[in-house]
């Protein structure tokens, strides 16, 4: 694995495990009343083209990220629908 590879899966942890938080608290607290609703729409869909883009060029470090990331803003985002 090249620097290249070494900084791409550096940057998809930090910013993947950033949504961590945010899941656990959602998921402890059953309640996602400070979550926007518009953000995590359009923020899900983006990263859902990301992944796409991943994908289509075989980057490992964006489709990892972007996987563990669509999994916990996905999450976020369906306790934001289910429990407001």
Not at 6 to 15: E, H, P
Not at 41 to 67: D, H, K, Q, R, T
Request: with cysteine.
């Amino acid at each position: 694995m090249g620097m290249v590879e070494v900084v791409g899966f550096g940057a998809a942890a930090l910013t993947t495990v950033a949504f961590v938080p945010q899941a656990v608290l959602t998921w402890k607290q059953r309640r996602a009343e400070g979550v926007s609703l518009g953000m995590y729409v359009v923020f899900v869909l983006g990263v859902a083209c990301w992944l796409a883009y991943g994908i289509l060029i075989g980057s490992a470090p964006i489709i990892v990220a972007n996987v563990v990331t669509l999994a916990l803003s996905g999450f976020i985002l369906a306790m934001k629908l289910r429990h407001g």
